[in-house]
């Protein structure tokens, strides 16, 4: 079974240190709280599309999720906008 969460917690955790910026700064960026920021890294909740939405515009870069559930694969990228670079 795929675990969802912790996939999207990778993506945003890695995103943000690419970054070079804080938990606190990704939460007043994104309207949140620092411990809520904390929890998706941490794999602790998995967030909404809008949630997602919200993080990615956050972090100046565009969401891309690749679902292949008969291979137990998820693949969460958030990258850059206009660029191809993996986060």
């Known amino acids: 079974m795929v675990d969802y969460a912790h996939q999207l917690a990778k993506g945003v955790r890695e995103r943000r240190r690419e970054l070079g910026i804080s938990q606190s700064e990704l939460a007043r960026r994104a309207g949140m709280t620092q411990p809520g920021i904390s929890r998706i ?15 990615a515009g956050a ?13 137990g694969q998820v ?10 670079d993996a986060a």
């Open 59 to 71: 972090m100046d870069s565009e969401l891309d999720i690749h679902l292949a559930p008969e291979h």
């Open 75 to 84: 693949i969460v990228r958030f990258t850059s906008h206009g660029t191809e």
């Open 41 to 55: 890294e941490l794999g602790g909740t998995t967030p909404t599309l809008p949630l997602l939405s919200r993080l």
